[in-house]
C-alpha cells in the first residue's frame, strides 16, 4: 500500500507542469541569468595595473629622482610591485588618452608633479597616493639632510630599500566572494518552491479540495499512512530536483560551495525538508481553494528569498545585523546561510545551528499540519 | 462603454495579485534610497576612503597611537567588535575591507629595531588592499628612516615629522571636458528598477483580462451582442492603455515624495518621458502574450521569465558598466537595454546641449521602434485568429 501511493504520487507529481516549472526550470532560468548578469566580483575587485601617462617635458628629463621612483613601479618592475603602465607622451597626447578613457590620469611636471584626472574613483586615489608619498619622501629628504647631514649616505640606502612592516593573518580559507549570496538564495527559494508539492499533497486527501481527496477520505486506510508516503514522494522529488541544480550550478556554471560534499547533501536534505512541510503546513491552514494557497506560498517565499538576499546582496547583513531574530526565523535565510557558513567558515559550529533550526522548523511545521488536518470531517463538500 | 467598464471590473477583482509588486517595489525603492550615499557631481577631487577596522592593543605607545590617528585621516573606521565571526561577516559582505590589528609592544619594537609587524586581514589581490598597504608601509617606512637617521630622536619629534610629512598631499587636478560629468543620484535606481515593475505589474493586469475576455464562451457571447466589434475592440484597447498609463502616473508620482527635492528637475521630466516609452513597449508586449497565451499558468510562467529575464540581462539590477560585451551586445536586441542606457545618460546629463539630448532621443526612437513592431505583430495574429475562425 505505502509502496502503491508512493509510486503513484510520484508520477503525479512529476507530471504536474506548472509545478515542474517553478521548481525545476525557474530556478536553472534564473542562475543562468545571475551568471550572465551578475559580474564576478573577485574580478571586479582586482587590482590591476592603472594605466597612466607622464608628460614629457623639460622637468621631467631633468628629474631622475622621480623618473627612477616611477619606473620602480611601472612596466619594468616584479610583477609584485607593479602599480602602473605608464606611457611618457606629449601633453596633447596625454589629454586625447585622458578624454577617451584610455588612462585613468597623466602626470605632468610643473614644479613637481601634478596629477590630472577626470573624475574621483579609486584608481585616482592610488595615482594621488603614490604622488604623495614621492613629495612626503623629498620632505623628509630635506629634514633629515638639516638634522643629521651625517647620516644621508645611510638614508639613501634606506629608500632604495623599502620594507613592508604587514603580515597577512586569514580566519577562512575561502575568498570572501560576495556574489555567491545571490546563489545561496537561490537555492533556497528553489527548496521552497519545493512547498508546492507539499500543498499539492495535502490538496490531495482533502475531501473539500479536490476528488482525489474525496476518494482517498473514503477509503479504509489510516490518513496519516496515506499522508507520509505522499509526502515522502514529494520529499524525494523535491532532493532530487535540488541535487540537479546544484549540479547544474557547479559544473555549468562554476558556483563554488566548497569541497565537503556530505554537509551540501545534508543541507540540500535539510532544505527540501522544511519546502515541503512548510508547503503542507499553507496546504492545511488556508482554507481557500488551491490557487489562493499556491498564492500564498510564493509570496511569501519570495518575500523570504528577498529578505535573504536573492535580490539585493546588501539585504541579508542589514537583517542579519539589524533584525537578527528576523534571520533565525526566516527558513530561505536559514537554508543560504547554512551554505554561506559551510563555504566560508572553518568551523562548523554556526553550520549546524544552521541544520539544527532547519529540521526544528520542518517538525513544527510537520506538527501544525497534522493537527489540523487530523480527524477532519466533512459534513457536506 | 460597457466594455471599458467591465475591463476595470475585472482589474478590481484581481487587484490583489496585481498590486503585490507594486508594494514591494515601492518598499524596496524606499529601503535602497537610504542605504546607497549620494555622490557629487564636483570638479575638486575627493580621495577614496577604504572603510577598515583598527584595533590597537598597543595602546601605550606614541608611536601606535599616532599611527591610528594616521590611519582614521585616510581611512573610514568601521567599530566591529573583534569577534571572529562578525569580521568575517563584516568582510564578506565589504562593509569593511581591511583590518589593522596592532600588536601590544608594537611601537616599542619598532623603536629598538626588532622585527614589527602589523596583522592585517583583507580581500587579498584587491585595490583596497594594495592601496592600504601602500599606506601603511609608507607610513613606517618613513617613521623607521627617522628613528635610524636621527639618533635620539623622542616620540614627540618623531611625530611631528610625521604628521608634517603625511600632511603634503599630490596636487590632483580634475579636468573636465565640456561633456557630462558622472553624477550620480538615487533617482536613477528608481527609474531603473520601474522597467521590472512596469512589466510585471502591466503583463499581469492586462493579460489577465485579456484571457477573460478571450474565454471562447463570454467571447461568443460578445459577438452576439449588438455592439460593433471595431468598438469592442477600441474599448479593450483603451482600457490597456488607461490602466497602464495609471500604473506610470502612480510610479512616476510616488517619486516626489520618495526623493524630495531630488526629483525635481528637468532631467526628472525626460525620465518620466523615458517611462512612459517602455510603458508602451509593456502595454504591446501585454497585448502580444494575452493574445497567444491560452491559459492563466502559463502567462505567470512567461511574464516571470520575461520580467526577470530582461530586467537582468539588460541592467536594470546590475548596472550595465559591470556586464560584459558579450551580454551587453545580447541584450541590445532588448528594449529594455534602451530604457536603462535613456535612464543612465539622462541622470547624468548637466549640459543642455543637442549633442547630448540627440543620444537620449534616438534611445527613446529605439524602444518606440520596438513597441510599433510588436504592436503590429499581435495584430496579425488576433487578425489571423479571426479569419480562420478560431474563437
Redesign the interface.
Known sequence: MFLHIFSYRFKCLIRDKQAMFWIFMFPILLATLFKMAIPDVGNLEKFEPINIAVVNNVEYQDSDAFKSTLSSVSDSASESNLMFNTKITTEEEAKDLLVNNKITGYIFMDNGPKVIVKESGFSQTILKGFISNYLQVTLQYNNVLEANPAAMQNFLSEIADNKSYIKEVSNTSASPNNSLVYYYALIAMTCLYGGMLGTKEVINIQANQTPQGARVSLAPTNKLKVFSSSILAATVIQVSIILILLVYLKFALNIDFGNQLLYVLLTVVAGSFVGVSFGAMIGSIIKGKESLKLGILISTTMMSSFLSGMMWLDMKYIVTNKFPIMAYINPANVISDAFYALYYYDTYTRFFINIGILFGFSIIFYLITYFTMRRQKYASI | MQVFKTYFKIVKKNIL?IS?YFF?FIG?SIL?SG?IPESKA?TA????KSPIVIFNYDKGSNISNDFEKFLSKNATIIEIPDE??S???A?????VVYIV?IPNGFGES?KAGND????????????????M??????Y???A???I????NITNEQLNT?LE???S??????????GET??SESNIKYYFNYYAYVIFAVVILGVTTVILTFNNSEIKKRHLGSPIKLSSYNFQVILGSLVFTLIVWALICLLSFPIYGSAAFTTNTVLLIINALIISLVVLSISFLLGNVMKSK?AID?IT??LT??LS??S?V??PQE???DS?LKIASFTPTYWYVKAVNSITSLTVWSSENISPIVNYMAIQLIFAAAILAISLVIVKQKRSSNQI
Open positions: 495579485s503585490i514591494v524596496i535602497i542605504q564636483d577631487f575627493s580621495s577614496n571572529v565571526e569580521l568575517q561577516d568582510l564578506y559582505f565589504r562593509k590589528r619598532l614589527a609587524v602589523i596583522s592585517k586581514t583583507a580581500i587579498s589581490g584587491s585595490e583596497y588592499n594594495i592601496y598597504d601602500l599606506l601603511i608601509n609608507k613606517m617606512n618613513t623607521k628612516r627617522y635610524n637617521n636621527i639618533p615629522y608634517k610629512d603625511m603634503v598631499e599630490a596636487d590632483v587636478k580634475v579636468q573636465t571636458f560629468v558622472n499558468s510562467a516571470n521569465i526577470l529575464g537582468f540581462l541592467g539590477f546590475v559591470l556586464m560584459s551580454v
